[in-house]
């Protein structure tokens, strides 16, 4: 029979009872490999992540190699249009190593032939030192480095440094400044901004326009020549936004040769010197007084006596002697009216005035040689009526810039600054006076170029107006007879000013065609003249007709003769 | 005896290790290439520094000035030489024969002496 039974018949053996410790031994085991799976589950997790997901605090170990990029210790400093006023090139320094030198008497005498200028006896006394560097001359040109590489003297070598090099040599001097052997700035904008240009790769712009600036210094260096004064400076500002375009300021100096450079040229007299202005002043004066509305352009003021005062005789230079109207005053630049126009106005009220167009601080503009201004310890009568025509303050001729500015744009003052804008930026300011007196300045500026005393500043089809300037030095504690500051501040194109042009010649002497004379409107305001008429086309200025009688009615001032008298319409 | 699959992964893992070593050498060489045409472009990049420069240098104003004034004979621009563009003339109408149909520019030619603006006009009598 068959029985049914299953073809492998599960043993049922009786199995002997596991001991207690076998399974304990098993249960551990089992814990044990849970344990060990959970760790490679997570480390399998991990691994996924890390290669397939980047997290932030990753370090990047992939190398990336970047853009070339040209890397120089310092920025370059570039003007307006983007013209290279300073850069750092690289250069080869040549060292020696004397313990490696094996003929020192002709290695000099090789390299006297290579570099005409070397001190043989004292390179030979250096290369017989026994030292293992020695400086034998730095920044040599490329060609001084293949001469000397092609001698092959062993013992000599080269080390990469770089040097500061001005393409413009001296055009732009004073305010680019100069840096030391080792890259330092030591003067002008390379020192105000020397953090900055070693810091920073983008170049410097400066409002710097280096066309002005050389038409600015070709004048002006022609009227030193002419009439042998000792010095001059020269500013072009943009009177909308405060942006200087040109400074210049004579004897310079060539940035390219810091060690050469003489001491009297380093003086920076458009920002660094204050002088006693003179009559450029006025504008002030006049301004204060009219917008105060104490005066109208229809008043005047008794100008047939000097006045006395304490022990002083205030007197006018071109005396008329009569009853002036406040544009002749301003025409005729009178002492006496100006005087008795500021008294009018107070001592208080023309010291506010000063204040709020910047003649009583340091100019801000972004260099270190900036002059503080010399202000009388106590303002009395006297220093009022002085001040009033420009003297017993002396300022620098960047602060006159900047407040006349002030005086013609509409009444609005704008820091100066020797940065460019950006493009499309709007230079806010400060309100100082109204937009009518404002028009009213404008409008004396342009009668003292067509009537006044500025006629030489006249540049055809630029409607140019401005203020003479003449004062005589002050040398300790008195005037120096003979020794003048001559200046003129003029601005174009008066129907809607857009810059101010100033020049100033220190210590000037009359010449025969001046007959003699060497103040500020036959010395200076030619200069201004020729400056503009240069500068205009370059800056684009559009050329007007002068004569045309919309400028001409836009200009026009009544002008007052007689006190209570009969008017008459000046037509220029 | 080797299983099969033992084989399989052995020929993989080769073939995985010798590919990295071709891959490893393939980068490194690309980078010695990069790096080369790195050290190419700094030279050339220094090379227009200089240049740049010397441009700079050659275009100083006061040299610019002195060269047109002795090759070119040319004078800084004044005032009466310049003019607005709204009163540069357009072709009179009608007054020139075959103008009108030729629209070339060497067929320009300049405006009758009645057909000058007034600003024009003044600076023509000047000279």
């Known amino acids: 029979m068959i029985s049914r039974q299953p073809l492998f018949p599960k043993q049922r053996r009786r199995e002997p009872p596991v001991p207690a410790r076998v399974e304990t031994g098993r249960s551990r085991l089992l814990i044990t490999g849970a344990l060990f799976s959970a760790a490679f589950l997570v480390v399998t997790g991990r691994l996924i992540g890390v290669t397939m997901f980047v997290e932030k605090s990753q370090p990047q170990y992939s190398r990336t190699v970047g853009k070339a990029a040209l890397k120089t210790g310092r920025a370059n400093i570039v003007d307006r249009n983007g013209n290279l006023l300073a850069t750092s090139l690289k250069t080869a320094s040549l060292f020696a190593n004397p313990r490696v030198m094996l003929d020192a008497r002709e290695a000099v005498n090789k390299l006297a032939a290579v570099l005409p200028d070397l001190n043989s006896r004292l390179t030979y006394e250096k290369l017989t030192q026994d030292r293992s560097f020695i400086w034998l001359r730095r920044h040599l040109t490329p060609r001084q480095k293949y001469e000397v590489n092609k001698l092959g003297i062993p013992g000599l070598d080269f080390r990469d440094e770089e040097r500061r090099v001005y393409p413009s040599a001296a055009l732009a001097s004073h305010i680019l400044g100069h840096t030391d052997i080792d890259n330092r700035g030591l003067a002008g904008v390379e020192r105000h901004f020397n953090q900055k240009l070693r810091e920073s790769r983008t170049p410097l712009k400066l409002s710097i326009d280096i066309r002005v600036q050389h038409a600015m210094r070709k004048e002006l260096a022609a009227a030193v020549r002419e009439f042998r004064g000792i010095g001059a400076a020269g500013i072009v500002m943009d009177i909308r936004n405060g942006e200087v375009i040109s400074i210049v300021s004579l004897p310079d100096f060539d940035p390219n040769r810091p060690s050469n450079i003489q001491p009297d040229t380093r003086f920076n007299r458009a920002t660094l010197g204050v002088y006693e202005m003179g009559s450029t002043f006025k504008i002030f004066t006049t301004a204060m007084a009219l917008d105060t509305g104490r005066i109208s352009m229809r008043d005047g003021y008794d100008a047939t006596h000097p006045i006395r005062i304490a022990r002083f005789v205030i007197r006018d230079y071109h005396a008329k002697r009569r009853w002036l109207s406040v544009p002749e005053i301003f025409m005729y630049s009178s002492n006496i009216g100006s005087a008795k126009m500021a008294l009018d106005v107070g001592i208080a009220g023309q010291r506010a005035f000063l204040q709020k167009v910047g003649i009583l601080h340091p100019s801000p503009v972004e260099i270190s040689e900036v002059g503080a201004p010399l202000i009388p310890p106590r303002w009395r009568k006297i220093n009022a009526i002085t001040i009033s025509y420009g003297h017993g303050l002396s300022i620098s001729p960047m602060q006159l810039v900047a407040g006349v500015g002030s005086m013609i744009n509409g009444g609005i003052y704008h820091a100066p600054t020797f940065l460019k804008k950006p493009s499309g930026s709007k230079s806010i300011g400060r309100r100082v006076i109204s937009a009518k007196t404002s028009d009213q300045i404008k409008r004396l500026f342009r009668l003292v170029v067509t009537k006044g005393t500025g006629s030489k500043a006249a540049a055809d089809g630029y409607l140019v107006g401005g203020k003479t300037g003449t004062s005589e030095k002050v040398v300790g504690r008195h005037y120096k007879k003979k020794a003048l500051i001559s200046s003129f501040i003029g601005a174009f194109p008066m129907n809607a000013p857009r810059y101010v042009v100033f020049a100033m010649i220190d210590e000037p002497s009359g010449t025969k065609k001046t007959f003699s004379y060497a103040t500020g409107g036959w010395v200076a305001a030619p200069v201004v003249g020729k400056v503009i008429a240069r500068i205009g086309p370059l800056l684009g200025v559009r050329a007007i007709d002068e004569k045309a009688p919309e400028i001409v009615r836009e200009m026009a001032i009544d002008i007052v003769t007689k006190k209570e008298g009969k008017r008459r319409l000046a037509s220029f | ?127």
């Open chain 2, 1 to 127: 005896m080797i299983k099969r699959a033992t084989l399989i992964w052995m020929f993989l893992a080769t073939a995985a290790g010798i590919g990295l070593f071709v891959l490893k050498y393939k980068v490194k060489s690309m980078e010695g290439q990069l790096a080369a045409i790195h050290g190419k472009t700094l030279e050339n990049l220094e090379a227009v520094h200089v240049l740049k420069a010397e441009w700079s240098y050659l275009n100083q104003p006061a040299r610019l000035e002195d060269l047109g004034r002795r090759l070119l004979n040319l004078e800084p621009v004044k005032a009466t030489q310049t003019i607005d563009i709204e009163d540069i003339p357009f072709r009179p109408v009608g007054a020139s024969n075959g103008a009108a149909r030729n629209s070339s520019l060497t067929n320009v030619r300049p405006p009758a002496a009645d057909q000058v603006p007034p600003l024009f006009a003044k600076i023509r009598r000047k000279q």
